[in-house]
């Protein structure tokens, strides 16, 4: 069928006059991206309109031929930094002779294909215009543009307009209403626009301290309270920050008495000074290039980072680890608090241990009064809760541990079509949930374990809001196949038809979800524990096959975990029960056994597992690192951090086919090795990861020689640890394997809801 060819003269140039209708779809909500067309239709020439729907931009364009085609390929080329656009639809129109170009107002009745913008950090253009103190918003907290500030979390319902967010109730002064209208100036309709006569207003409440809104007494006492050594909870874009001195042993010991945080790792906030904002950082950690490439990523996420030996930080911000987490300022308000304090600063998410970040000033003030000392509120609401997100170079390539504020809703394509909508609700640990449909899926930002209430409250919103937002509702969902996780327990009582996954078969799905080019598998499904289809905790699994047809052709010598979820706090317990099991005697145990052997005998209380996490946890005990836990993983975390780089001796782990026929690796000969004194810790630690690596090649060596090639994946918590993937990646990639990890979604139970997702279809 040939094109037909609209063309009308036009009465200006004589030239014919044609006309285009284009949609486009991606990322173009809240990014300027209708300004950005505006005058770019100006800058050749055409004339028309430019209009939100609900989640696209409709363009109307007509002019010279040459022009159009210009408009065109410079409406993807140059678009904002921070639009991400699609061209959906394009076709030849009847010229309508149109005056001039505008941009109409927002259609909320069209079908919709949303795009929900992430939260953006603060730009140059508005840094600058925070620094300078001729300008009317000269160190105004809340400055923003259309190319920065908060979007997911203010966000209320779309289209993106201002009455649909929660600066609703924030009238505009004369001057902003000027720059918000105007299609030339970069503010025109950036939704959070404000400014010191109009917007947002902090205030600073502490004990004998008056409360006055004024931002500039606000700061100023915050700061006082900060050098001073208080703990300050400060409200930021998706929830509030404990922060307190980086450098103040005191004020760090308080803030871990009272959270109560005794151990886990405390992030930190740090100026942004030098040409590239990362002057500062390099006082404190030793960068490589990908370090820096995400430091100073749009999403300005936590980067886990080497700590130089003296760097002025206190040693308890991350005891017992050679890596830090450090984030650069995100916020004019984190800029200005980070500017006049003159230092790092830390900023730690401000919640009750486990739950989401809080986001309401009563709830803080109310819940978190045991722990902060000072809280720094502002009225601006925040309509649902982003913690930081989490990066970890592993491999090469930074890798997201926690997915949050600037790289959440996460948006991704799917490598088939769903027949309908599907609502995957994760894993009962670092929670999130997905919403999927067509091709296309969205990840949920973090939302944390789902013991405590207030977790399963922002759980049901966070599900609510994304069928919202993105105007599609679920009409199955899937869950994780354990049948007393919290979000497996909802999902039965939802209404609607369920479909349960097996918690490995999800990890290894969402590893073959980012690599759809692979048709057959090997993927190494290690973690903590999670239900298997025999009934018992898995936790080491080796998985043939692909999503849907996933077979257990391997695992770790299975044992018992006497205490049954106690283990995973308190790895003297699966240090005892591996040495019960291999019936060599434990001496240095620090607690009394007898009660725990007597339950151990009678399989009271303990659930068999094949779990290498466990494993890691028996191994930090038996080395005389750790006996118990007070965050999750730590007794790994600083087994790994006692390795070095050096070549590590390897002990052999028997291979062999068990009674179910698979390929099982035994852990046994790593006890002696792992309690001989005679050897210093490091030697013990790099040698126990040496060892599972060789077990990892083994493996895939015998499962190679029965089914021929395959490419080996690596996915589940356990491949956080950067020492054990990486020398497992170069180990298994010397072999001649094609060796994948994850790279866009992380590895952990966070990104079990997406895995369910690619499991689901697979099954359809």
């Given amino acids: 069928m040939t094109e037909r060819n609209y063309s009308r003269t036009d009465p200006d140039s004589g030239a014919a006059r044609q006309a285009l209708r284009l949609t486009v779809s991606g990322r173009v909500q809240g990014v300027g991206f209708r300004p950005f067309v505006y005058r770019l239709a100006h800058q050749f020439g055409l004339h028309g309109w430019v209009r939100n729907e609900a989640g696209t931009v409709e363009i109307w364009v007509e002019g010279e031929a ?21 061209l959906a639809t394009r076709s030849p129109a009847e010229p309508q002779a149109f005056a001039t170009f505008e941009i109409l107002p927002s259609r909320a009745d069209a079908p919709a294909r949303i795009h929900v913008p992430p939260d953006y950090f603060a730009c140059d253009d508005c840094l600058r215009e925070l620094r300078d103190p001729d300008n009317r918003r000269y160190r105004h907290p809340f400055i923003n543009c259309t190319q920065c500030g908060p979007r997911y979390t203010l966000i209320a319902k779309l289209p993106y307009d201002r009455p649909n967010t929660g600066m609703a109730a924030f009238a505009m002064c004369p001057e902003c209403r000027r720059e918000y209208e105007n299609p030339l100036d970069r503010r025109f309709h950036a939704e959070p626009v404000a400014c010191p006569a109009c917007g947002p207003r902090l205030q600073f409440v502490a004990p004998g301290i008056a409360t006055d809104r004024d931002n500039a007494a606000a700061l100023t006492q915050a700061v006082a309270a900060l050098r001073a050594g208080k703990i300050v909870a400060v409200k930021g874009i998706g929830g509030y920050h404990l922060i307190c001195d980086a450098r103040n042993d005191i004020a760090i010991a308080r803030l ?8 886990k790792p405390l992030a930190v906030m740090v100026p942004a000074r030098g040409a590239d904002g990362l002057e500062a950082v390099r006082e404190l950690a030793e960068l490589t290039p990908e370090h820096e490439q995400w430091l100073r990523d749009p999403v300005r996420p936590i980067v886990l980072v080497p700590k130089k030996p003296h760097a002025p930080l206190s040693p308890r911000i991350a005891p017992g680890l050679h890596e830090v987490g450090v984030m650069l300022p995100y916020s004019p308000l984190h800029h200005l608090l980070l ?66 504020r ?3 809703p996460l948006e991704l394509t799917l490598p088939f079509k769903l027949s309908k909508p599907v609502l995957a609700v994760g894993g009962h640990m670092k929670n999130t949930v997905a919403l999927a449909w067509d091709d296309r899926i969205v990840v949920s930002p973090h939302i944390g374990d789902l013991d405590a209430p207030r977790s399963l409250t922002v759980f049901e919103q966070v599900i609510t809001d994304l069928q919202k937002l993105y105007g599609v509702r679920a009409e199955s969902i899937v869950s994780d196949a354990h049948p007393v996780y919290v979000s497996s327990r909802w999902a039965r009582r939802a209404g609607l038809p369920v479909t349960p996954v097996l918690h490995h078969y999800a990890h290894a799905a969402a590893l073959a979800g980012e690599h759809p080019d692979v048709a057959n598998w090997l993927v190494f499904a290690w973690d903590g524990v999670g239900y298997g289809a025999d009934g018992t905790l898995w936790g080491g699994e080796t998985l043939l096959g692909a999503p849907g047809r996933w077979q257990r052709a391997g695992s770790l010598r299975p044992f018992y975990l006497p205490g049954g979820e106690k283990a995973g706090r308190e790895p003297w317990r699966s240090a005892l029960s591996l040495c019960w099991e291999a019936g060599v005697e434990w001496k240095q145990c620090p607690e009394d056994p007898m009660l725990a052997h007597h339950a151990w005998r009678r399989r009271l209380n303990c659930p068999q597992t094949t779990s290498a996490g ?10 005389g690192l750790h006996y118990r836990s007070s965050y999750e993983g730590q007794g790994p975390m600083l ?3 006692a390795c070095t780089e050096d070549s590590a001796h390897a002990i052999p782990l028997p291979l062999a086919r068990n009674r179910q026929g698979l390929w099982e690796t035994d852990w046994a000969p790593l006890l002696p090795f792992l309690m001989n004194q005679k050897l210093t810790v490091t030697e013990r630690a790099d040698g126990f990861h040496a060892s599972l690596v060789r077990a990892m090649v083994a493996q895939a060596n015998a499962l190679r020689e029965e089914h021929g090639e395959l490419a080996v994946g690596l996915g589940g918590g356990v491949f956080q640890n950067r020492v054990l993937t990486e020398r497992a990646f170069a180990a298994l990639r010397e072999n001649g394997f094609d060796v994948r990890l994850m790279h866009q979604v992380p590895c952990n139970d966070a990104g079990i809801s997406y895995g369910q997702i690619v499991e689901y279809q697979s099954r359809v």
Wanted: charged share 25%; aromatic share 6%; proline share 10%.
């Fill in 256 to 263: 871990r008495a009272k959270k109560p945080r005794p151990h």
């Fill in 339 to 404: 500017d006049d304090f003159g230092g790092p600063l830390v900023a730690t998410s401000g919640n009750v241990s486990g739950e989401p970040v809080l986001t309401d000033n009563d709830d803080v003030t109310q819940r978190l009064a045991h722990v902060a000392e000072a809280f720094l509120h502002h009225d601006r609401p925040i309509q649902r809760p982003a913690d930081d997100p989490v990066y970890r170079v592993i491999a090469g390539f930074a890798r997201p541990l926690r997915h949050g």
């Fill in 66 to 86: 040459s022009a159009l085609e210009a408009f065109e390929q410079a409406l993807l080329e140059q678009a904002p930094p921070l639009a991400r656009p699609k």
């Fill in 406 to 408: 600037g790289s959440a």
């Fill in 614 to 623: 466990r494993l890691f946890d028996a191994a930090a005990a038996l080395t």
């Fill in 639 to 641: 087994l790994e951090a």
